[in-house]
């Protein structure tokens, strides 16, 4: 038996596919005239089956920093640029959505971010919805929240660059 390998950008595409495909045989023309039949089926590496059950594409990685004045929140977020990061919060929770470029070409084997992301968080204490600067630069994303009292309702962030 001859196996070979059909790959996807992500998840979602390798889905949509094997969604359409899964039970129906297709011949395939081979040089020298002669046809064989295909049937797709998906397979799963060990290596994969790992990868899917303990981590997601877009997984961020973060620290958050408790200074005197202000909180830090760090997050690894390579390829992204000065675009439409969104920062919304409800007294201590700060939810953090942006999207990571798409990569151009055929990808093998990808472990880059791709595509939107979301995190929540909740910091130890309030802090003042308008002293918020957030910093992009070497694949780090630096957000400073200035400590303040708390805050009673659900506010979009205004921020500098």
Excluded: W
């Amino acid at each position: 038996m001859r196996v070979g390998f059909v790959h996807f950008n992500n998840e979602e595409e390798r889905n949509k596919f094997y969604d359409r495909v899964k039970e129906e045989v297709f011949k395939m023309t081979i040089p020298g005239g002669s046809s064989k039949e295909i049937k797709f089926m998906m397979i799963h590496s060990q290596e994969n089956e790992e990868n899917n059950e303990t981590e997601n594409i877009n997984k961020i990685n973060y620290a958050i920093v408790e200074e005197p004045d202000n909180f830090k929140i760090i997050l690894a977020t390579p390829g992204l640029k000065r675009q439409s990061l969104k920062l919304f919060s409800l007294d201590r929770n700060i939810k953090i959505e942006e999207e990571f470029p798409s990569i151009d070409g055929t990808c093998i084997k990808n472990n880059l971010p791709v595509g939107k992301f979301s995190i929540k968080l909740t910091l130890l204490g309030e802090f003042d919805h308008d002293g918020v600067k957030v910093v992009i630069e070497n694949g780090l994303t630096i957000i400073t929240l200035k400590r303040l009292e708390s805050v009673d309702e659900f506010n979009e962030l205004n921020f500098s660059f």
